[in-house]
């Protein structure tokens, strides 16, 4: 079965400095979504793209976040300047196309983010 | 807005016994339900899914959930649970409404004794 690809499976970083989360869809998916789950509490929509622009985010994804789709490939979750709160595991999904809003989200592996 | 509530934020039981984990939600319109199963260090797993019709459905490992509109729950059954099953267990709802985002529930955790 196609999987939602995820890296790294960890990454550790220093307060302040930037990270990049990259996430490798499953082929035909369109819709790419990225979920945060700090440690203990619930799993928290960040962001959603398709069609190469932000379809909608959520209060947490301030101006530190960004995402891209840079080769048609990747989708990445970029933060500008961790911060220790930033500390999570960040879930990329992805889910077919256009008319499928019914489809299910198909959920990566996760990156575990530790800020320091 | 949509919301999800796992009552129970642990539940410990015997390999072979049946598991039964709650979930409500809270939406205006008819939405879409899911349950996810994460394992230790590992992803978010589709387990099964609501949209529409039967409201018994049946999902892998031998999950079923059933939709009950007049008590706004999608609760996770199975029959026999297997040490395997020791897991996080996560209800989401969505709706076209809301593009699909999906909103968790606060999971529950299982345990299972052999």
């Known amino acids: 079965e196609p999987e939602v690809t995820q890296t790294p499976s960890h990454q550790v970083t220093q307060m302040g400095q930037e990270v990049i989360l990259r996430c490798v869809p499953i082929?035909?998916?369109?819709?790419f979504y990225w979920y945060r789950q700090i440690l203990g509490q619930k799993v928290e929509f960040l962001v959603s793209?398709?069609?190469?622009?932000?379809?909608?985010k959520s209060e947490i994804f301030d101006d530190q976040f960004s995402v891209e789709r840079p080769d048609g490939s990747n989708f990445t979750l970029k933060i500008r300047s961790t911060k220790l709160e930033d500390s999570a595991m960040y879930f990329c999904?992805?889910?077919?196309?256009?008319?499928?809003?019914?489809?299910?989200?198909?959920f990566g592996n996760g990156t575990r983010l530790t800020v320091t | 807005a949509q919301s999800v509530t796992q009552p129970d934020i642990h539940i410990t039981v015997s390999e072979g016994a049946s598991l039964e984990l709650r979930c409500n939600y809270s939406?205006?319109?008819?939405?879409?339900l899911f349950w996810y199963v994460q394992s230790p260090g590992q992803g978010l797993q589709l387990l099964l899914k609501?949209?529409?019709?039967?409201?018994l459905v049946q999902g892998i490992k031998g999950f079923e959930a059933e939709f009950k509109r007049s008590q706004s729950s999608f609760n996770l059954r199975k029959p026999s649970v297997h040490w395997s099953d020791a897991a996080e267990y996560f209800c989401?709802?969505?709706?076209?409404?809301?593009?699909?985002?999906?909103?968790f529930g606060g999971g529950t955790r299982v345990l299972v004794k052999p």
């Open positions: 609501y949209f529409s019709g039967d409201t």
């Open positions: 999904a992805t889910r077919q196309g256009v008319n499928s809003y019914n489809s299910p989200l198909h």
């Open positions: 939406y205006g319109a008819t939405p879409y």
């Open positions: 989401a709802v969505g709706s076209k409404a809301a593009g699909n985002k999906l909103t």
């Open positions: 082929s035909n998916h369109l819709y």
């Open positions: 793209f398709y069609n190469n622009e932000i379809s909608e």
